[in-house]
């Protein structure tokens, strides 16, 4: 038996082992499927891609893209992965996902350095390891649900039922106004106004959307007054424009008139660079959430950097409960990684298991656990998770919105990712000149 447990050989689970291992220090790694099975993964492997095989954009003008170029930097063992199942798609990074998750599989299984355990765990075993690193994922059993949800104290969620977030510099705001209804507030929302024929295709495009189906076990979100926005669509043409939509109030300043409906945006985070679409959850596809979004004033080139997603989510109140090296603020040898900690998406979930993966070897040497900068697409991430509203703690994907912008400004906004994304790997290399070695 090793010091050091890991729980979940997901995406985060893995990179965090095979983080440990590479700087020789043993592993036990707990991983329940196949004995017990989530909803939603179909195989006993390890690292299942659950849905898309596509690590989304590789560009570097892409946040995501830039997340992957970092790993890899950091010597990530799932971009390996990922770069060895590489399929043709486009702008894409999409894996063959057998051959991926086999990949990962067999070499973790056959590593000297790593016990395996089919076997779930109903608590976190902190009597029995010195460093734990918990990744059981967004399917996490219920028994170590339980078992977290007592650590925590009540901040914990079962479901995410998040509406789309858009970057602010993709809003055209020769259309959209800022209002509150009834000038209560400060103008604290941005309004997209639609007049009758804009709103009637609207709402034909958004019953007709594609939706995923909805599973069994998601159907309580629901219940908890949650309604995907093209549901509350579905039950008549004018239902949205007396619910999310509704127009009073929220004076046109152009036309001094108020719209026929009103789409609002509400500011997500302090930098004021992301805002997400009040009352829209929703279950369509994400192609198609960007194809019918876009048709709403304002929206038309608008840059979704995460979209609507109604899923078992589960994940604990990081701001509250992690501090940015990914340790427990109040037990600081247990660390959180993955889809748990409230960061959404596969390369997210990976690059939260190498930082964990990482600083659990540091605390495990002696060492002081890491902080990436900010300037990083990692230490923004983590940044976000840890330093978000704990009031309204929602999952995000890693996009440009959270890292800080740049001296001077670069209108053309692929120069400008660019820019962010140079500026990052920069900071990154003299980040890891200076560390002692830690990615050695
Ligand atoms: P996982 O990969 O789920 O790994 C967690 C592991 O822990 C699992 O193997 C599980 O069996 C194991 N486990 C759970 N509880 C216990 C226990 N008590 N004891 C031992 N083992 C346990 N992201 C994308 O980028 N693209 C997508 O298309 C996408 N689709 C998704 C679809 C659904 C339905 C869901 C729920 C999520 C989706 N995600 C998607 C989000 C997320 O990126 C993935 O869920 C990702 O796999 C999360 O990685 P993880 O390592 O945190 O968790």
Redesign the pocket.
């Known amino acids: 038996m090793s010091n050091i447990a890991i ?7 893995c990179e965090a082992a095979w983080q440990l291992v590479k700087r020789g220090i043993p592993v036990d790694l ?4 196949p004995a017990s099975m ?1 909803p ?2 179909k195989t006993g492997m390890f ?6 095989n596509s690590l ?1 954009a590789a560009a570097l003008e892409n946040a995501v893209g830039l997340l992957k170029e970092e790993m890899r930097q950091l010597e990530s063992f799932i971009m390996k992965a990922a770069d060895k199942c590489r399929l043709p798609a486009g702008g894409a990074l999409a894996v063959d996902r057998d051959g991926f998750s086999s990949y990962i599989t067999e070499t973790l299984g056959n590593h000297p350095l790593i016990q395996v355990h089919c ?4 608590t976190i075993p902190l009597n029995e390891y010195e460093v734990i690193i918990v ?7 219920p ?2 649900s339980e078992h977290i949800q007592a650590l925590t104290g009540d901040q914990f969620y079962f479901y995410d039922a998040a509406a789309p977030v858009i970057a602010a510099d993709s809003l055209d705001m020769n259309i959209i106004y800022r209002a509150s209804r009834y000038d209560k507030g400060d103008d604290d929302y941005l309004n997209c106004p639609m007049d009758k024929p804009t709103y009637e295709i609207f709402w034909r495009e958004l019953i007709n959307a594609d939706a995923t189906p909805i599973k069994e076990f998601e159907k309580a979100i629901f219940f908890e007054g949650c309604m995907p926005i093209e549901v509350m669509a579905a039950r008549g043409i004018d239902t949205m424009r007396f619910g999310p939509l509704k127009p009073v109030g929220l004076v046109n300043p152009q036309t001094t008139e108020i719209p026929y409906a009103v789409v609002q945006l509400r500011q997500d985070n302090a930098a004021a660079t992301l805002y997400n679409m009040v009352g829209f959850q929703t279950h369509l596809k994400w192609p198609e959430q960007k194809r019918v979004f876009q048709l709403i004033p304002g929206l038309q080139n608008a840059e979704f950097v995460r979209l609507g997603v109604m ?3 589960t994940y604990i109140n990081s701001p509250l409960h992690l501090l940015p090296t990914l340790q427990m603020r109040n037990l600081a040898r247990t660390f959180f990684a ?3 900690t409230g960061v ?6 990976a690059a939260t ?1 190498l930082l964990a993966g990482m600083n659990a070897a540091r605390l495990a040497a002696g060492k002081e656990p890491l902080i990436f900068p900010q300037s990083t697409a990692h230490g923004a991430l983590v940044h976000y998770i840890t330093h978000a509203d704990v009031k309204n703690f929602q999952p995000m994907n890693i996009n440009f919105g959270l890292m800080p912008p740049l001296e001077h400004k670069i209108k053309d906004k692929k120069k400008k990712n660019l820019a962010i994304a140079t500026r990052a790997l920069t900071d990154l290399t003299q980040f890891i000149e200076k560390c002692d070695n830690c990615i050695a």
């Open positions: 729980i979940g050989a997901g995406l985060a689970g707990f991983e329940m499927r989530t939603t993964h690292a299942e891609l659950v849905c898309s989304r076997q779930e765990l109903k990744a059981t994922g967004p399917l996490t059993s028994g170590l899923h078992r989510n993955g889809q748990i959404e998406g596969y390369v997210e979930s298991g």
